[in-house]
């Protein structure tokens, strides 16, 4: 029979991520209840989850592609903008959703132990799913405008995965902090409003003057958009500017880790 | 082999209580630029250097009054919050039925929230699904197994949430205070399980207020009071050990009793029971009309918006009824900084017995005084019926009715 101690001392990153593999069928079970219970009595049902995303796209599209007239080169700016909503989406969902899970949890936290980081873990199916739907609509705009596409776009899925994991990233630190400190429920939504205009979604980030380059790459979002559109429509590369975002990218996940392992062992005393 | 199932050696978990205020953020970055630090925080030991150790196969019943640590004890061991100092080894898994139905989701059916219920409690799927028909046999709701569960009614979920931590399999069981949800039907088939288990040889640590509960279950006993191992052994000697400590302490003058929480702005000082000739009397009769007096005085210049609680309880530590101004007429706005609160029962519908009043006074939404068994109070045979006649012990309350031949 195995034995278990239990002391003061907390656990380790590496204990923590090898629970998470101990608990696996929990977290496929956490995740699954999520999409389950997501659009439950709602009338519409599943179809949320496309009408959602549409109306984004018809909004971001009627403002810098009609009014704003942004010029995305030979791309129509509908493609343009779905195309930069395939990652910022996803990295939405996961942000909001992940952010608030361990407050929404917190009765659950103060009566079972399980390894808390399943709570925003599992939220990833969710953001998966939004995803999906929101690269299908791209796969469709680009073969109705006949978009010359190349090999690159099999790179596509990567820059989701990064967006996924910025999205787990910004989810850990919010959710960690709100557990002592409910403010930062409400930063997420902040976040969220302020990224989508920070983000190069609706026009291309050479927009950007020169000198501001260095401090728009900050936002890792920015990086992970561009060089998603670098994928799929074989552009140029958005430059090394890019790569200070994929640096802060580590930097945010690595940190998000280390923090919401630390505070994990206070959670149900604050819950 | 190891013939102890869990051992825990030295263990304390230190709470730090502070104000609302002292957890928010502005409060936090402002005492960053301060010079002085200020610290709202006020240390409490919810468990104080316990050692314990359990053999294999043990029923152990942990009593104690209400804050005493009993369920503080049973979050560390099941790993849900961890100690401050000490240490907890066990052997082989350990499950926690802790609060019936936690984890439960209203959306969705009885057979999904099995598996999660049981993949929370840290089963793997397929353990779950070796026992499942057992669980849905043992819920009785096998007709309602694919229907979301905010349909169901109180006690087909308290049914079915048992039914799937009473059926998993670890080798320690952790039970808190289950018994009092459900009806008497179902709790008798709830003991009668969790017997069944203890005999299959696991290891149970059982919890109850429920004092013929843990004389019919367990094997042994600790007692636990205020944060410390006061006694452990025999069930019959650590019942007993506890009750009379419950009617030392409520012996002891209320002015000088230092086992009480809440801020203290407003203090209670004395507790006292009259009877209808208005004379102070210990002993009370069944049916009679009975004043509690209770002098207070407050720090304060003004007090407003008081609360005052009385709970009254059996010597098992079950709730009989509550007396709450908020309730029965309103808050009462504002009090004189020093004064006495009188709450008076027409005709007392407590069986004869002996009774533990619990105090708690909130001024403003906090507490501000909070003292189990502030008073014990011992009823005798009385007129509650015209016939003078009573029903036998523990038939709960009395109550005002009327037979007629139609």
Same mark, same amino acid.
């Given at each position: 029979?195995?034995?278990?101690?239990?002391?003061?001392?907390?656990?380790?990153?590496?204990?923590?991520?090898?629970?998470?593999?101990?608990?696996?069928?929990?977290?496929?079970?956490?995740?699954?209840?999520?999409?389950?219970?997501?659009?439950?009595?709602?009338?519409?049902?599943?179809?949320?989850?496309?009408?959602?995303?549409?109306?984004?796209?018809?909004?971001?599209?009627?403002?810098?592609?009609?009014?704003?007239?942004?010029?995305?080169?030979?791309?129509?700016?509908?493609?343009?903008?779905?195309?930069?909503?395939?990652?910022?989406?996803?990295?939405?969902?996961?942000?909001?959703?992940?952010?608030?899970?361990?407050?929404?949890?917190?009765?659950?936290?103060?009566?079972?132990?399980?390894?808390?980081?399943?709570?925003?873990?599992?939220?990833?199916?969710?953001?998966?799913?939004?995803?999906?739907?929101?690269?299908?609509?791209?796969?469709?705009?680009?073969?109705?405008?006949?978009?010359?596409?190349?090999?690159?776009?099999?790179?596509?899925?990567?820059?989701?995965?990064?967006?996924?994991?910025?999205?787990?990233?910004?989810?850990?630190?919010?959710?960690?902090?709100?557990?002592?400190?409910?403010?930062?429920?409400?930063?997420?939504?902040?976040?969220?409003?302020?990224?989508?205009?920070?983000?190069?979604?609706?026009?291309?980030?050479?927009?950007?003057?020169?000198?501001?380059?260095?401090?728009?790459?900050?936002?890792?979002?920015?990086?992970?958009?561009?060089?998603?559109?670098?994928?799929?429509?074989?552009?140029?590369?958005?430059?090394?500017?890019?790569?200070?975002?994929?640096?802060?990218?580590?930097?945010?996940?690595?940190?998000?880790?280390?923090?919401?392992?630390?505070?994990?062992?206070?959670?149900?005393?604050?819950? | 082999?190891?013939?102890?199932?869990?051992?825990?050696?030295?263990?304390?978990?230190?709470?730090?209580?502070?104000?609302?205020?002292?957890?928010?953020?502005?409060?936090?970055?402002?005492?960053?630029?301060?010079?002085?630090?200020?610290?709202?925080?006020?240390?409490?030991?919810?468990?104080? !250097?316990?050692?314990?150790?359990?053999?294999?196969?043990?029923?152990?019943?942990?009593?104690?009054?209400?804050?005493?640590?009993?369920?503080?004890?049973?979050?560390?061991?099941?790993?849900?919050?961890?100690?401050?100092?000490?240490?907890?080894?066990?052997?082989?898994?350990?499950?926690?039925?802790?609060?019936?139905?936690?984890?439960?989701?209203? !959306?969705?059916?009885?057979?999904?929230?099995?598996?999660?219920?049981?993949?929370?409690?840290?089963?793997?799927?397929?353990?779950? %699904?070796?026992?499942?028909?057992?669980?849905?046999?043992?819920?009785?709701?096998?007709?309602?197994?694919?229907?979301?569960?905010?349909?169901?009614?109180?006690?087909?979920?308290?049914?079915?949430?048992?039914?799937?931590?009473?059926?998993?399999?670890?080798?320690?069981?952790?039970?808190?205070?289950?018994?009092?949800?459900? !009806?008497?039907?179902?709790?008798?088939?709830?003991?009668?399980?969790?017997?069944?288990?203890?005999?299959?040889?696991?290891?149970?640590?059982?919890?109850?207020?429920?004092?013929?509960?843990?004389?019919?279950?367990?094997?042994?006993?600790?007692?636990?009071? %205020?944060?410390?191992?006061?006694?452990?052994?025999?069930?019959?000697?650590?019942?007993?050990?506890?009750?009379?400590?419950?009617?030392?302490?409520?012996?002891?003058?209320?002015?000088?009793?230092?086992?009480?929480?809440?801020?203290?702005?407003?203090?209670?000082?004395?507790?006292?029971?009259?009877?209808?000739?208005?004379?102070?009397?210990?002993?009370?009769?069944?049916?009679?009309?009975?004043?509690?007096?209770?002098?207070?005085?407050?720090?304060?210049?003004?007090?407003?918006?008081?609360?005052?609680?009385?709970?009254?309880?059996?010597?098992?530590?079950?709730?009989?009824?509550?007396?709450?101004?908020?309730?029965?007429?309103?808050?009462?706005?504002?009090?004189?900084?020093?004064?006495?609160?009188?709450?008076?029962?027409?005709?007392?519908?407590?069986?004869?017995?002996?009774?533990?009043?619990?105090?708690?006074?909130?001024?403003?939404?906090?507490?501000?005084?909070?003292?189990?068994?502030?008073?014990?109070?011992?009823?005798?045979?009385?007129?509650?019926?015209?016939?003078?006649?009573?029903?036998?012990?523990?038939?709960?309350?009395?109550?005002?009715?009327?037979?007629?031949?139609?």
């Amino acid at each position: 029979m195995n034995k278990t101690v239990i002391t003061a001392e907390k656990r380790t990153l590496v204990e923590t991520l090898r629970s998470i593999y101990q608990y696996k069928d929990l977290f496929r079970m956490l995740a699954w209840r999520d999409i389950q219970v997501r659009y439950a009595q709602t009338y519409l049902g599943l179809a949320w989850a496309i009408i959602n995303p549409l109306f984004t796209l018809l909004v971001l599209t009627f403002v810098f592609g009609v009014v704003s007239k942004v010029d995305t080169a030979e791309i129509p700016h509908v493609v343009f903008t779905i195309a930069g909503m395939c990652c910022w989406v996803p990295f939405a969902t996961l942000t909001n959703e992940s952010g608030k899970a361990i407050v929404a949890a917190k009765v659950i936290i103060s009566k079972i132990y399980f390894p808390r980081i399943l709570i925003p873990l599992s939220k990833i199916l969710l953001s998966l799913v939004d995803a999906a739907i929101v690269f299908f609509f791209l796969l469709c705009l680009l073969l109705f405008h006949q978009v010359p596409i190349s090999y690159a776009l099999l790179l596509a899925p990567l820059f989701i995965f990064c967006a996924l994991a910025c999205g787990l990233a910004t989810g850990l630190w919010v959710s960690a902090l709100s557990v002592r400190f409910r403010d930062f429920i409400h930063i997420s939504p902040i976040i969220l409003r302020i990224g989508i205009f920070l983000t190069p979604i609706a026009y291309p980030a050479a927009k950007i003057p020169q000198a501001f380059l260095p401090f728009y790459f900050l936002n890792p979002m920015a990086g992970i958009t561009e060089a998603f559109r670098w994928a799929v429509f074989g552009s140029e590369w958005p430059g090394n500017h890019a790569f200070l975002s994929f640096a802060i990218l580590i930097l945010l996940f690595w940190s998000g880790l280390r923090y919401f392992n630390k505070v994990e062992s206070e959670m149900a005393d604050y819950s | 082999m190891d013939p102890y199932a869990i051992r825990i050696s030295n263990l304390s978990k230190r709470y730090l209580l502070g104000t609302e205020k002292s957890d928010s953020l502005y409060y936090t970055l402002a005492n960053l630029f301060r010079r002085k630090k200020q610290s709202n925080h006020r240390a409490f030991y919810a468990l104080n !250097d316990v050692s314990l150790d359990i053999r294999k196969g043990e029923v152990l019943g942990v009593i104690g009054p209400n804050g005493a640590g009993k369920s503080t004890l049973l979050k560390l061991i099941s790993g849900i919050t961890y100690p401050t100092a000490g240490r907890i080894e066990y052997q082989g898994r350990l499950l926690s039925l802790l609060e019936v139905g936690t984890g439960f989701h209203p !959306d969705l059916t009885g057979k999904d929230n099995i598996y999660l219920n049981g993949a929370l409690l840290g089963m793997r799927k397929a353990e779950i %699904k070796s026992s499942f028909d057992q669980i849905v046999d043992f819920s009785g709701v096998e007709d309602f197994i694919n229907t979301p569960v905010k349909y169901y009614s109180s006690g087909m979920y308290v049914r079915l949430a048992f039914a799937v931590a009473a059926h998993l399999r670890g080798e320690i069981l952790i039970i808190d205070e289950i018994l009092a949800v459900g !009806d008497l039907e179902f709790q008798k088939k709830c003991l009668g399980r969790i017997e069944e288990v203890g005999k299959s040889g696991r290891t149970i640590l059982f919890v109850s207020h429920n004092i013929s509960a843990i004389r019919h279950l367990c094997t042994q006993c600790v007692v636990i009071d %205020k944060g410390q191992k006061v006694f452990q052994g025999g069930v019959q000697e650590s019942i007993a050990h506890y009750l009379d400590t419950q009617l030392n302490i409520s012996g002891s003058k209320l002015a000088d009793r230092t086992d009480r929480s809440g801020n203290q702005q407003i203090r209670c000082t004395d507790i006292s029971v009259y009877n209808r000739a208005d004379q102070a009397c210990q002993i009370v009769e069944a049916g009679a009309s009975v004043t509690i007096r209770l002098q207070y005085q407050s720090q304060q210049p003004t007090v407003r918006n008081v609360i005052v609680r009385l709970e009254f309880r059996d010597q098992y530590g079950q709730y009989a009824f509550v007396c709450n101004n908020r309730l029965s007429q309103g808050i009462f706005k504002n009090i004189p900084t020093k004064g006495t609160l009188s709450c008076t029962l027409p005709k007392l519908p407590l069986n004869k017995g002996l009774y533990y009043i619990d105090l708690i006074l909130r001024v403003d939404g906090e507490d501000s005084d909070v003292v189990s068994n502030a008073y014990s109070l011992q009823v005798t045979d009385g007129y509650f019926y015209q016939t003078g006649l009573l029903p036998i012990a523990n038939r709960g309350l009395l109550v005002d009715h009327q037979w007629r031949i139609e």
